[in-house]
């Protein structure tokens, strides 16, 4: 599915009996409301997630995006943010001066992926539109968003070379790793099971009962 709500609808509608998500996607899916699905105790799987990078960019290449990671990671930014966008929920921007430079660094994001990228008031903000701003400042550019709900538009457009940099909660993959160039992880994460209330696994609560089955 090419985004997160098409996937639930499909979820619902009992088109297809599970939904493998981002633990902390998911639950803040489901906190708004999502009718007639639950999550199943356990872990699914653990991803590691980067930042997509242009090779047509000249304000951004794999290694100064790697810089900058390394830099909020050992200075702790990162964990700062997850703490105040994945555990605690704050979802509060916090002020970022940038630069007045004739740089700018174009960034692809989904805009419909609550905590990581959304709307709030009007307001683009959560966890990858705060990164995108940190990393813009380090590069001293100004910062541009082109906002698509389509994961396949948002990968071309940085393949492309229309925007400079894909942060989007992007897991790596050995496709991905094929299609474009990404910087090393910024964060793991861990996937849950989302299933439907009504689906043949209605009675399953965990994954250990899904062990030998088909679904």
């Given at each position: 599915y090419q985004d997160v709500a098409g996937a639930y609808r499909a979820l619902q509608q009992g088109k297809i009996d599970a939904l493998l998500q981002d633990q902390t996607t998911g639950r803040a899916?489901?906190?708004r409301g999502v009718d007639g699905v639950k999550i199943l105790d356990g872990d699914v799987s653990q991803s590691s997630i980067a930042v997509g990078i242009s090779d047509y960019s000249t304000i951004a290449n794999e290694n100064s995006i790697n810089s900058c990671i390394n830099e909020l990671t050992n200075d702790g930014t990162i964990a700062d943010m997850e703490s105040r966008w994945l555990d605690i929920g704050n979802y509060q921007m916090p002020s970022i001066d940038m630069p007045t430079s004739s740089k700018v660094l174009k960034v692809a994001t989904s805009g419909t992926v609550e905590p990581f990228s959304?709307?709030?008031?009007?307001?683009?903000?959560?966890?990858?539109?705060?990164?995108?701003?940190?990393?813009?400042?380090k590069l001293n550019a100004q910062i541009e968003f082109e906002v698509n709900i389509?994961?396949?538009?948002l990968i071309a457009s940085t393949t492309s070379g229309k925007t400079d940099?894909?942060?989007?909660?992007?897991?790596?993959?050995?496709?991905?790793?094929q299609e474009m160039t990404l910087s090393i992880p910024?964060?793991?994460t861990r996937g849950m099971l989302i299933v439907r209330d009504y689906s043949k696994l209605k009675g399953y609560t965990s994954l250990e009962?899904?062990?030998?089955?088909?679904?």
């Open positions: 899916e489901i906190s959304f709307y709030k008031n009007g307001e683009l903000t959560g966890f990858d539109v705060e990164l995108a701003k940190r990393i813009a400042k389509n994961y396949v538009s940099l894909l942060i989007a909660n992007l897991y790596v993959t050995d496709e991905r790793q910024y964060r793991t009962q899904l062990a030998n089955k088909t679904i």
